[in-house]
């Protein structure tokens, strides 16, 4: 039986997207063959995908990189290049995944969120079949494969339970489980003795039934990680309902009522919402108590309570008394307060989050080299759509620089007329033109017709 794991840290990479082709047609007794040069294949994408025959995030218990397959190049004679193949990331149904840092949910693998793409691999660059105009019919450039996307991931697994059972450690909660359904959780009487969250299927003769949900007993300072159910309290957070099972004989020797109020006041400290899901409490032990005597600590119970809404159900989880009454009460309940899941909403969206970072660069000095080096995906995606050769291609690139203050930062480091600038493999001589004209004012027959103003700004 695989280990129970509830939480891992994982990096993912998309897959980039292939370069774009340069070549020409050239064939015997065919004159101006023109350019050939295919596109490049689309990177692969990282994918999600709920598989129901797991129950645990073993897989990724020890972190790891997880990345597609990049794009291949472009080929001669229009052939695109093979795009790079996805990565699926199978996980259990109930598994949150959120961006690392900020911790902000990306996706929630439940409901109807059974495959979800995280990133999508980058789009293949065009060949430079794509750039030949009636003023440039021999286009020797192609435009460069999106980049990829990285994030660093937490998954969280959060059982999908209609009903969570709270409650000290020792208070009966694995025995009404395995009375209640079909799961066969260890029953011992000593503390801890679930170590891990036990899932059991209630099914009634003549009412709906549901999935309840045995959460590790807490103790005071769970949410701040006391015991270990402080490690599971993120399962309580789907149910729709709480039954809260208290020893009512005091066997331990402790105040039943107080115990309430503590295992309360450490699911508010967890979670607000805990604190205000419906609950319901289940006075358990009884049969250790004679009849007078349980029924005196249940009326306790009941006035400290009820008043409050909180109904109070007497029962011995041994013998099986008081536990019909409970159950149909809680299906009741269930179907008024609906069949919608507690599904997290998406607070992060890679394609948007990653977009300016992505858009960045960097602008540095090699001291080996004696060159400054300008680099960076927006650099990269500029170079790939210019054409460099043409006098106004040139200069549209250098107000490309000039604009978004590649320029001036080149100056902050001391950068003189005549100094080299690289460039991806390119090299130029520094020279800052002081008659630069906005690329509003220049015309646009320097570069293919067909290139929308918007490709500059992904």
Known sequence: MPQFVDQARIYVRSGKGGDGHVSFRREKFVANGGPNGGDGGKGGDVIFQVDNGLNTLSDYHYGGKYKAVDGAEGGQNRCTGKSGDDIVLRVPEGTVIKEAVSGKVIADMSGD????????GGRGGNGNMHYATSTMQAPKYAQPGQPAKELELILELKVIADVGLAGFPNVGKSTFLSKVSNAKPKVANYHFTTLTPMLGVVDLDDAKGFVVADIPGLIEGASEGAGLGHEFLRHIDRTRMIIHVVDAASTEGRDPIED???INKELANYNSDLGSKKQIIAANKLDMLTEEEANEVVEK???????KGVKVFPLSTLTGKG???????VSTNLEELGEKPVVYDQEYDPEVELKTVNEAFTVEYDSKEHEYVVE???IEKMLGYTNLDSEKGFAFFQNFLAENGILDRLEELGIQEGDTVRMYGLAFDYYRNADTKSPDDM???FYPEDIDDSDFEE
């Open 443 to 445: 015309d646009d027959d």
């Open 113 to 120: 969120n059974h495959r979800v793409t995280i990133l999508k």
């Open 260 to 262: 309430i109020y503590a």
């Open 301 to 307: 119970i009941r006035a400290e309570f009820e008043p």
């Open 376 to 378: 960076g995906p927006k």
């Open 323 to 329: 536990l019909k009454e409970l159950l149909y009460y």
